[in-house]
């Protein structure tokens, strides 16, 4: 049976909806389908991440790891003005991001990529966020993690949400000893945001 982080959703016969969401002054459109994560609405957990999000001063762009239909790096990309880059496995999630992209006009580039596989190697961020597919195992969310280190700029930064009851303190706990350090930036209704700087 396919997950919203399978690569393939053929078993899951597609509706596909759209919705708005207004945030920060700007409106967004949405399309969204069956076998995607959060398919209604934005969920809270990504909303506690862009309500938390600051960008630093790097000028190099930004990646969405893990992208779902692509709410997080399209609404950073027009909030502040950056240009994101958005990594999703599932192909029905990838081909929504890409019409998202273009509903929302995002400076926004997407890969359907199983984690960073599809990402050229020499690349370079300013910052990673993700909101990872806790679903898909401990496993699949530290392999986030130590990819996001790799391909961090130097004092590049790591955004992470996470509920408490998921896994934000091995969360935790993994990033201190990649990082050598991880701030809780805030804690909203059970979700942990958590950033960490590349030394």
Not at 123 to 152: C, H, Q, W
């Amino acid at each position: 049976m396919s997950h919203y982080y399978s690569k393939t959703q053929d078993d899951i016969e597609s509706n596909p909806q759209e919705f708005i969401f207004n945030f920060k002054e700007h409106t967004f459109k949405f399309h969204t389908d069956n076998g995607v994560f959060s398919k209604e609405y934005i969920d809270y957990g990504t909303f506690a991440l862009l309500k938390a999000f600051i960008p630093n001063n790097i000028d190099l762009p930004i990646l969405d790891v893990g992208a779902g239909y692509g709410p997080i790096g399209i609404v950073i990309s027009k909030l502040y003005n950056k240009k994101t880059y958005m990594l999703e496995i599932n192909e029905r999630a990838y081909n929504l991001i890409l019409k998202n992209i273009e509903e929302n006009k995002a400076d926004s580039i997407a890969y359907n990529s199983n984690l960073y596989e599809k990402l050229p190697l020499d690349m370079k961020f300013a910052s990673i966020i993700t909101n990872p597919p806790i679903r898909a195992g401990k496993d699949v969310v530290f392999s986030i993690y130590e990819g996001a280190y790799k391909r961090l700029d130097k004092s590049g930064e790591l955004w992470v949400v996470i509920q408490k009851k998921q896994g934000a303190p091995s969360s935790k706990e993994k990033l201190e000893s990649l990082f050598g350090n991880c701030e809780i930036i805030t804690r909203d209704k059970g979700y942990y945001i958590l950033k960490s700087v590349k030394q």
